[in-house]
């Protein structure tokens, strides 16, 4: 951490918060960098520290007031925590008395308050003497004769709770071996590794096929040549793209160098984990939200010494602090969650591409559905184009059929199964097959309303309704975390008559149980996901076949290979056309197809239904058809025609402030500043109120700056909002400003 520090001008929270401002120079960079991969770093917690003064001898003070095991781990490491000093029986008082002796030093220092984990080690004291050791052993001694035993077939050191669990062993056990000389303890630290109980199958290279040979070439050429270069991988779902990025890894591997991986949301997606881990084994690095802090600084540091040379992770492993980067591979690089909503913003894309040209790496961007900015610059050439067509053995695509649900609406049928979806599903199951159902959770929830007056629960601190959760009858707000109990009557007119409405992924599963008796069904949303490892478990649990149907949100749209799927049900694939988002078309089309991919990828082949209200929509009946060449047309066509991002840029500026009135002003002086040194070719919008005027008890205003793309007015827009952001000197203001995304 350090040496990033020293090329910073030193860190401060309004630097922290500036950092968006400079999404796109090398200070937003590390300030993330440190932010994320460190995650304790920017919080601000001071902490106590004691260091070893290592030139200093041992006199026999040190020895009197510490004890030796405590010694000899503080001479390893170097420095521990307080806390860490006193777990180990050293008293606050000695630690004084020797700090003013000059023995060791005691500091306090801000963040870092991730403790190094020390561990005892197990070793045989000659590994070409045990069997010498196991025959001096009595005969009675049968549990020490099975620990050196495990040392002949496991040459090496080994933690000693490792050992003990594995063996089944009593510490006294293992004492008494270290007692006769058999075995050598110490005491240092371990380096945490969150799979270290997990084992995975070792895999070996598949052979390509043809396709695959035509374009991994590209790719291995490129690895080799160590220039900066961009490929598109933009091949169909079940292609083969995986086994691609695997063998290109593996040539870099052999280069010497070094490989980022970034995947949507890893957590989401333990498949991932384990192809990787299979083929590479202990050289990979995994870092995702679910690691604990101690776990990720101790990634981080296997990165950053070289300990392993790949690193897997969801956006923010993008700043994995490897030296000799030689390939990054996003994939699924149309993803959303690859650009951070939080200061500091930043997209891991464009990072990713200052990291290639940096290292003079290959950056590969993998997907079915490319963004339409990065199929655009394939088409112009800026990166190499590569495709696969065809699904790996020429397994079919599943068959795909559009339910229209009004005409289904017209016939009687209220439910949210179409006959049809109903009539598949009962099939699949018949046969003893899987599905998978999905639901779209954005822009679609469950809320409760008031049938007398109209009046619908919404959040205290927010402008938005409060999702019904049915588990514990409560309702939440998803933007602030509030919930409360639902309450008996409505809080406006006291009438007896509110109920939720809406679908949630927990209406659908109990309308399953009633069409479907007995039907088992696994659901994966935000109610049953929370707990670490839950996500896991639950597709693990499918994969054993302990389930028909797996129900759930976006979260499984992506990368999951379950041979038994053979149908994919969309329950509504339009929720996301009424958000006001110039990208929702491009959303749409990528999700069905993403989420059609999950069908028929093994020996059986699949089936997919999409119900809609909005069946002629060309981003529903284009993904339908699979024409994603015709769709990505029609979609520049319509960004030209409307002036959207690729074709124009866009600055949104959202200030934000507690008070009312405040914010309307602040607002007002803001969009006046802005305007005075807008450049002729830009185009100002707003202040207007914000998609959500209110979130946290903060109101929100937003002002929108269009710009054209080849402008070089841009740098003189920045220029005057960093200017603004400098100027407000009211504490309670905040400005963030975002780039070419209208996230909500
Ligand atoms: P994608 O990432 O493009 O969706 P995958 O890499 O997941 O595709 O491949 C789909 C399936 O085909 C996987 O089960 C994978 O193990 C298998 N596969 C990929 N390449 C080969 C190959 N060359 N030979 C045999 N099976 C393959
Ligand atoms: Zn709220
Ligand atoms: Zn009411």
């Known amino acids: 951490v350090s040496e990033v520090m020293d ?59 510490v004890s030796q095991p405590f010694l000899d781990y503080l001479k390893k490491i170097g420095e521990c925590t307080w806390e860490e000093a006193l777990n180990f029986g050293v008293s606050a008082s000695s630690l004084r008395q020797l700090s003013g002796n000059g023995l060791i030093g005691l500091e306090e220092r801000v963040g870092d308050r991730v403790t190094r984990q020390k561990a005892t080690f197990v070793k045989p004291a000659s590994a070409g003497q045990l069997q010498e050791a196991i025959d001096k052993l009595s005969g009675r001694a049968k549990r020490q004769k099975e620990v050196l035993q495990f040392f002949q077939a496991n040459p090496g050191e080994i933690a000693l709770p490792h050992l003990l669990a594995k063996l089944q062993v009593s510490r006294s056990t293992v004492q008494s071996l270290v007692d006769k000389g058999s075995l050598i303890v110490e005491e240092r630290e371990e380096l945490r590794d969150p799979y270290r109980d997990r084992d995975f199958q070792k895999t070996e290279p598949l052979t390509l096929t043809p396709e695959q040979k035509k374009a991994i070439a590209p790719i291995l050429a490129s690895v080799r040549h160590r220039k900066a270069e961009a490929i598109l991988l933009q091949g169909v779902t079940g292609s083969g793209k995986t086994e691609i990025y695997l063998q290109a890894i593996a040539e870099v591997l052999k280069q010497g160098q070094e490989t980022i991986v970034l995947v949507p949301e890893i957590s989401l ?10 083929r590479f084994g202990e050289q990979v690095a995994v870092l995702h939200s679910k690691l604990s802090s101690g776990e990720r600084y101790d990634e981080w540091r ?9 690193a897997i992770g969801a956006r923010s492993a993008i700043f994995a602090p490897f030296r000799k980067i030689g390939l990054i591979i996003i994939d699924e690089e149309h993803e959303s969650s690859y650009k951070q909503e939080e200061n500091p913003k930043y997209h891991a894309r464009q990072i990713a591409w200052w990291r290639a040209q940096k290292h003079q790496a290959t950056l590969v961007l993998g997907s079915a559905t490319p963004s339409l900015e990065t199929w655009m610059h394939a088409q112009k050439g800026y990166y190499q184009h590569i495709e696969l067509k065809e699904r790996v053995h020429g397994r079919p695509f599943p068959e795909m059929k559009v339910v229209d649900m009004r005409k289904e609406l017209l016939a009687g049928n209220r439910s949210m199964f179409s006959e049809s979806l109903r009539e598949e599903l009962t099939r699949c199951i018949d046969r003893g097959e899987q599905a998978v159902l999905f639901l779209n959770r954005r822009g679609f929830s469950t809320f409760v309303m008031c049938r007398e007056c ?9 402008d938005i309704s409060l999702t019904y959760h049915q588990t514990n009858r409560t309702v939440r707000c998803h933007y602030c975390g509030y919930a409360e109990r639902v309450p008996e009557v409505c809080p406006s007119c006291g009438s007896k008559h509110i109920r939720h409405f809406g679908v949630g992924t927990q209406r659908i599963e109990s309308e399953l149980s009633r069409h479907f008796p007995g039907i088992r069904v696994i659901r994966m949303d935000v109610d049953t996901t929370g707990r670490k490892g839950a996500h896991e478990r639950l597709l693990g649990s499918f994969g054993a076949g302990r389930a028909d149907v797996l129900l759930g949100t ?35 089309f990528q999700l069905l197809t993403q989420v059609s991919g999950r069908a028929g990828r093994h020996e059986k082949p699949g089936k997919v239904v999409i119900q809609t209200y909005n069946a002629e929509h ?61 450049p002729p070719d830009c185009q100002m919008l707003g202040p207007v109120p914000a998609q959500i005027p209110r979130i946290k008890d903060r109101y929100r205003l937003q002002i929108l700056i269009k710009y054209s793309l080849d402008s070089k007015s841009v740098q003189t827009v920045k220029d005057s909002l960093r200017e603004i952001v400098y100027l407000t000197d009211d504490p309670d203001l905040k400005i963030s400003l975002d780039r070419d995304g209208m996230e909500p």
């Open 618 to 678: 060309y981003s529903i009946s284009l993904a339908a058809s699979r024409q994603t060449s015709a769709f990505y047309q029609q979609e520049t066509r319509l960004r030209k025609l409307h002036d959207y991002p690729p074709f124009s840029g866009m600055f949104s500026v959202l200030v934000s402030h507690p008070d009312r009135v405040k914010v309307m002003r602040s607002g007002q002086v803001i969009a006046l500043r802005i305007k005075r040194n807008l």
């Open 7 to 65: 090329i910073l001008p030193p860190l401060t929270p309004e630097l922290v918060e500036l950092g968006f401002m400079m999404a796109d120079e090398y200070l937003c960079h590390t300030i993330t960098a440190l932010q994320s991969m460190v995650p304790s770093v920017l919080k601000g917690k001071y902490q106590k520290i004691v260091r070893y003064l290592g030139e200093k001898e041992e006199p026999d003070t040190l020895r009197d007031l």
């Open 454 to 462: 109209g009046e619908t629960l919404t959040c205290p601190h927010c």
């Open 554 to 588: 976006q979260m499984i749209a992506k990368g999951l290979d379950f041979p038994k799927v053979t149908l994919v049900g969309v329950i509504a694939a339009d929720t996301m056309l009424h958000l006001p988002d110039f990208r929702s078309a491009e959303r749409t």
């Open 269 to 278: 997606t333990p498949q991932m984990v384990h192809r990787f881990k299979g």
């Open 302 to 310: 296997k990165i950053r010494h070289g300990e392993v040379k790949v």
